[in-house]
């Protein structure tokens, strides 16, 4: 075999270990790879827990935990019996609380303990929105409720605006006779109000 032949051979030879090479590294490595990566995704973001869905039972998980994982605390004041009076009686009290009207939004927002984390004064009913009662604005209909909305506190010993939350469901309920329902339209208990202050 001369020396052409070897060197030829050689060639190919090289060829050939390169695409056994090319293909172990397309079907053994990259595959190894993408799992690898995928294991190292799902460790650094979890699948969420039963802890972090929400409960089929309601009332069943401990009072901390539903508050760390509520985005959102809600209380809808529904009145006994709207009427124009009742839209009075709703203008006033805001005054009293110093709440000031939102007018993009459409709500009204009181400061509370924690003005960077007001409280929300909304329309019980769709599509949410409340007229400018301040400035003598009326719907076609009376205000037949309004919901409180607010952020619960990243840590919960800073509570302050919760407690101010349940203090202003509770006075509404009773200036306006009206029942409070918490956020699954159930009658709202202590314990619903224990929960969202944190207790």
């Known amino acids: 075999m001369d020396r052409t ?3 030829i051979l050689l060639a190919f030879a090289s060829l050939v270990l390169g695409a056994m090479a090319t293909a172990i590294f397309i079907y053994v490595i990259v595959p190894w790879r993408r799992r690898r990566r995928a294991a190292k995704e799902k460790a650094a973001n979890p699948a969420p827990t039963q802890a972090n869905s929400p409960p089929e039972q309601p009332e069943t998980s401990t009072p901390a935990k539903r ?15 709207p009427s124009e009076r009742s839209d ?15 007018p993009l939004k459409k709500v009204f927002l009181i400061n509370g303990q924690q003005p960077a984390n007001p409280i929300t004064i909304a329309n019980a009913f769709l599509p949410g929105e409340l007229p400018d009662l301040f400035r003598d604005e009326r719907g076609s209909e009376a205000i037949k409720g309004i919901s409180l ?8 010993r800073r509570n302050q605006q919760m407690i101010v939350f349940v203090e202003l469901a509770k006075e509404a309920a009773t200036l306006f006779n009206a029942n409070v329902l918490n956020t699954d339209h159930q009658a709202a208990t202590e314990e619903t109000y224990a929960q969202i202050i944190g207790e």
């Open 149 to 156: 909305i607010v952020k619960p506190p990243l840590r919960k």
């Open 67 to 81: 508050t760390n994982n509520v985005k959102q605390h809600s209380l809808f004041i529904i009145f006994d019996q």
């Open 88 to 102: 009075e009686r709703l203008a006033e009290w805001l005054r009293e609380k110093e709440a000031h009207y939102e």
């Open 5 to 7: 032949t070897t060197i």
